[in-house]
């Protein structure tokens, strides 16, 4: 072998060995980070799985999920309804600074998140995942500021609208930038299930991006009105809930499909049997996760937007689906913003554990920078709950305080510090309130107003200091 050659051999010999060390080492990086699903229910109650306390019907596959790793007690959703609960989400704001405070409508939709906001999917892109969204945004349409794929998503197929979302066999959804059309749906027809379709493409996703590290927003529309399910479903629960009491909403013409609920005549049935699909789906994504090798690296989150609904239909008392806690969806008392929150991750989570640690959305902003170690300097009112998640809990942040508003109603603000919580309702009006101790009363019966004033008067201060004024949503 000549010198000449041998110089030439050797050089390749290096160059394929450092490239191949180099693919590896990408690959390497790309499985580096864990794969984050965030499934996200809409309008499920604290008491609307089995694993907390539901008995009218179960949830398995959400129940495994809390087996196989931790159940919060005491975690709060952004807001007492959908836009402002995932505006805190997205941004890691409370309703006092998040920029979308309340359902407010433009002619396109949702009031847009502003375009300089700073997204959970923004983070996570600049990290290096690759991000979408499956099911219902809400902060805003295609085109607009607010758009998914303006705030760090790279994929989304679902509702823009939350009015929209309001139906189950909608004529169309939005996937990425166009209008998807379900022919099956046409006039009167319902024919094909839109959370069966997203479902679908969340699957799908999950399969494209199984080499490299993924974020999964799944906001799906279940539980919230109108009541529909397809009829394999409801054939499990019609007649084991009566007596029914029959919801007539709109079936054709003005407003069909255009935001008012379509009338039922099985309320009950129809509500369990959404719930039952809904844990089937979230089984499904486990299977898959687990199918593909991706179970040891992957975080699952799942919870609810807010508290349960009275719409459609819908009937909360009959299924306790607040549990203990009182009010419901547009409340700010406990029932209204107090939400399940289950999480896993294998070898990280300890499974079968619960924590009572106080937690909220604007909470995942920082817990998933923390996950993924970024650099980056955030702005929020969330503190990373992470070394509740891993098991040091002595080294848990507590919030000072946790506040929230809603623009509708009167006007309502509330903040919890440790076990007490103030309430001010009627604030258009001039306001009146309510203290609780929600250690003793978590079921807020007591109102100690007028027995704990030095109490009362620290936390009405610090109502007036816990939140920025807004030009958008004013009291």
């Known amino acids: 072998m000549s010198d000449k050659f041998f110089f030439f051999f050797s050089f390749w010999i290096v160059l394929f060995s450092t490239s191949c060390h180099g693919i590896k080492n990408k690959k390497a990086i790309q499985h580096s980070k864990p794969n984050i699903i965030y499934i996200l229910a809409d309008d499920l109650g604290y008491g609307d799985l089995s694993c907390y306390g539901q008995t009218h019907f179960s949830t398995p596959n959400i129940d495994k999920l809390a087996q196989e790793g931790m159940l919060f007690t005491q975690h709060y959703a952004g807001s007492t309804v959908c836009a402002p609960s995932r505006s805190s989400l997205m941004t890691g704001m409370d309703t006092g600074h998040t920029p979308i405070r309340g359902n407010k409508q433009t002619e396109m939709g949702q009031f847009p998140l502003p375009k300089d906001s700073y997204t959970v999917a923004e983070l996570l892109k600049d990290n290096g995942y690759a991000t979408g969204a499956f099911g219902k945004w809400g902060l805003g349409t295609s085109g607009s500021e607010g758009d998914p794929l303006n705030q760090g998503f790279d994929t989304f197929f679902g509702y823009h609208d939350q009015k929209l979302a309001h139906h189950y066999y909608p004529y169309y959804l939005w996937d990425n930038d166009k209008i998807f059309t379900l022919n099956g749906n046409s006039g009167l027809k319902k024919e094909q299930y839109a959370p069966n379709l997203i479902h679908e493409r969340a699957l799908s996703f999950i399969d494209k991006h199984k080499n490299e590290s993924f974020f999964l927003y799944y906001p799906t529309t279940i539980p919230h009105a109108e009541l529909f399910a397809p009829d394999k479903y409801m054939n499990k629960f019609l007649g084991k809930f009566d007596p029914e009491k029959p919801f007539k909403g709109v079936d054709e013409g003005e407003g069909y499909k255009k935001g008012r609920y379509g009338s039922q005549d099985n309320p009950h049935a129809a509500f369990a049997a959404m719930i039952t699909l809904l844990d089937d789906q979230v089984g499904e994504i486990m299977k898959k996760i687990k199918d593909l090798g991706l179970e040891d690296n992957t975080i699952i989150i799942f919870t609810s937007d807010n508290g349960p609904h009275k719409e459609g239909g819908a009937d909360p008392d009959y299924f306790d689906s607040n549990g203990i806690l009182r009010g419901y969806k547009r409340d700010l008392f406990e029932g209204g913003i107090r939400v399940p929150m289950i999480a896993k991750w294998k070898g990280k989570i300890k499974p079968g554990t619960t924590t009572d640690h106080i937690s909220s959305f604007w909470d995942v902003l920082p817990t998933f ?103 958008d949503f004013k009291f």
């Not at 942040?397 to 508003?405: G, P, S, V």
């Not at 001039?430 to 004033?453: A, I, R």
């Open 369 to 471: 920078s923390d996950i993924v170690k970024s650099n980056k300097r955030l702005t929020t009112e969330g503190v990373s709950f992470l070394p509740t998640l891993v098991d040091e809990s002595s080294k848990q942040k507590e919030h000072d305080y946790l506040y929230w508003e809603f623009h509708e109603l009167g006007g309502r603000k509330a903040i919890r510090k440790g076990d007490w919580k103030l309430i001010e309702n009627n604030i258009k009006d001039g306001g009146n309130y309510l203290l609780f101790d929600l250690k003793s009363d978590p079921e807020e019966t007591k109102n100690l107003y007028n027995e704990k004033p030095h109490i009362a008067k620290e936390l009405e201060a610090l109502l007036k200091t816990a939140r920025t004024e807004s030009k």
